[in-house]
């Protein structure tokens, strides 16, 4: 696992409008958030005063996945929606936490998700594959780069469509790490 200082530089690189800066942060103890000097005035006095509660949550592969597994029915929701931003956002978080891992091989995962097409369907019927999440029960069937032009597709052209973007990164060695994450942590 990556460094989550390391992390949060990346985010900054990677998200002009900072909006997914709460990726690194979810794992990062008060004291690491302090330092970072991104938690507002207002909150940090909250917190001290006991109105509001820091929440850590470990910083394991285990905690990331089922992050990961959390996100996924709100960042489809976006997507069949055709949230422009909200969708782009949702991979934006998908690329902060498989980058968190440090491994090569989602390191091409995490580049190639810069290539945003059809709200980002393709991307998230991949991560899905890799999680074991049933993507086809979270997607509408629309298909499309602009809600003007959405039509329902086929199941065979959506696989199509993935399998061309799964081409592009080492998608069975992915799978097989994320696998083995969650079996060493049991």
Partial sequence: MRNLIEVLEFVKKEDPFGVTLDDPLYFMTW??????????????????????????????????????????????DKANDCRGLSAWRSLQHYRNWFYMFGDEDMDMLVEEMKNYEYYGKPWLAIICEILNIDWEKLDDGYWGNSEDILERVSKEWKWKIVNEYGKRIPFIQIKKKIEGLMKNER
């Fill in 31 to 76: 004291e690491e958030a302090l330092s970072t000097g991104l938690l507002r005035e207002e909150y940090i006095q909250k917190v001290k005063k006991g109105e509001e509660k820091w929440e850590c949550f470990p910083y394991t592969p285990k905690n990331v996945i089922e992050r990961m597994k959390e996100y996924m029915e709100f960042a489809w």
